[in-house]
């Protein structure tokens, strides 16, 4: 087979055995590129796009990893009574009437009140939150004349 081409080849006259050596560095170039380099650089930018996911969700973990220590290193002092007491107190001095009280289980309560100005309810409950008292939920309905009654659950965090 190799005579035959090299019998073949040399019967060519110079440009076309030129032409031919020419053609066949080329086929030699493009199957290069197709079998090597193009696989390698599609692997490459597959490569750096999962990099750079990867960068990105590391970052995001850190910052919720950042956010639960800060959590952990500011969480409040125990409350040192029950928590409906506290509740009745912190309404008592925010100006707030409870219309009912009711405990929820070990770690929550139930509470209503009939009439507060949207504002300073919001202020009061942010307040509690900050000292660890969450909000479950929250029903406000409107009374018509610029006050609210709610119907809050609120639990002690962690719990």
């Given at each position: 087979?190799?005579?035959?081409?090299?019998?073949?080849?040399?019967?060519?006259?110079?440009?076309?055995?030129?032409?031919?050596?020419?053609?066949?560095?080329?086929?030699?170039?493009?199957?290069?590129?197709?079998?090597?380099?193009?696989?390698?650089?599609?692997?490459?930018?597959?490569?750096?796009?999962?990099?750079?996911?990867?960068?990105?969700?590391?970052?995001?973990?850190?910052?919720?990893?950042?956010?639960?220590?800060?959590?952990?290193?500011?969480?409040?002092?125990?409350?040192?009574?029950?928590?409906?007491?506290?509740?009745?107190?912190?309404?008592?001095?925010?100006?707030?009437?409870?219309?009912?009280?009711?405990?929820?289980?070990?770690?929550?309560?139930?509470?209503?009140?009939?009439?507060?100005?949207?504002?300073?309810?919001?202020?009061?409950?942010a307040g509690l939150e900050d000292d660890?008292?969450?909000?479950?939920?929250?029903?406000?309905?409107?009374?018509?004349?610029?006050?609210?009654?709610?119907?809050?659950?609120?639990?002690?965090?962690?719990?």
């Amino acid at each position: 087979m190799i005579e035959t081409a090299k019998t073949w080849f040399t019967s060519r006259s110079l440009r076309e055995q030129r032409l031919v050596l020419v053609m066949l560095a080329l086929l030699a170039l493009t199957v290069l590129w197709a079998a090597i380099i193009l696989p390698v650089t599609d692997g490459l930018s597959s490569a750096r796009t999962r990099h750079d996911a990867a960068v990105v969700l590391l970052a995001e973990t850190e910052g919720r990893v950042h956010d639960i220590k800060a959590l952990e290193r500011d969480r409040p002092a125990p409350l040192g009574a029950p928590l409906d007491t506290i509740i009745r107190d912190r309404a008592n001095a925010a100006g707030f009437a409870l219309a009912n009280v009711s405990r929820v289980g070990d770690d929550g309560v139930q509470i209503g009140i009939a009439s507060a100005r949207p504002g300073a309810l919001m202020a009061w409950i942010a307040g509690l939150e900050d000292d660890g008292i969450l909000t479950d939920t929250l029903t406000l309905t409107d009374n018509g004349d610029k006050t609210v009654a709610a119907q809050i659950s609120l639990r002690v965090r962690g719990s």
